[in-house]
């Protein structure tokens, strides 16, 4: 399965909501297990079709899973309901390197289509539904930088001074978009395509 390349901050896909699927065919079922193996390739929690370029309402999470551990398969996820709240620093593959503290809900019920066709209500707490917000939020065309607190934005870097190998570094949204921006330009160079 082919690794897809991850849209980046200010690409028009990612500002979009992403359009409902109408029907599970070859193709979708192709897209869905590349985007888990370019969210397992890339170490991410979860992946929304947008950010491999696709405008559909479909996401994959890893972060948690079901019961079994499996990885979760999601065609036209919505939250029908939600409580409390937690505040906890999130980042986005969509989003390199960037940190900043968000403030969601602690626990979520999302229904979803499977790809088989089932129709299922996942009941989730802590990561797994932050995560499952932060997916859905990309079919809205809404990132973490949307929501998070602008004065908590920070680089996570390389350091092998500290104890787990990392140093976050203060940054700002303006800052933040200059970086993604020539980022963009790089890859559009190197034969990528800048929408």
């Known amino acids: 399965m082919a690794r897809l390349p991850i849209r980046i901050y200010g690409d028009r896909v990612l ?73 906890s620093m999130e980042g986005c593959l969509s989003l390199p390197t960037l940190r900043g ?28 539904a932050r995560v499952l917000q932060h997916e859905i939020d990309h079919l809205d065309g809404v990132l973490f930088t949307d929501r998070a607190d602008l004065d908590s934005l920070c680089w996570l870097l390389p350091d092998a001074d500290t104890e787990d190998g990392y140093r976050l570094e203060p940054t700002t949204m303006k800052e933040a978009q200059r970086c993604f921006a020539r980022m963009r330009r790089k890859r559009a160079g190197e034969g990528g395509s800048e929408p």
């Open 15 to 87: 500002q979009k909501r992403a359009k409902p699927v109408r029907q599970v065919d070859a193709a979708l079922l192709e897209l869905i297990e590349a985007m888990i193996e370019t969210m397992s390739v890339e170490i991410g929690a979860g992946l929304a079709a947008p950010q491999v370029g696709e405008s559909s309402r479909l996401i994959v999470v890893g972060a948690g899973g079901d019961e079994d551990g499996e990885i979760l398969r999601l065609i036209n996820p919505r939250i029908v309901a939600a409580l409390g709240s937690q505040d």
């Open 101 to 128: 503290q968000v403030q969601r809900n602690e626990e979520v019920a999302v229904k979803a289509t499977t790809p088989a066709g089932s129709e299922i209500t996942i009941e989730a707490a802590g990561l797994l």
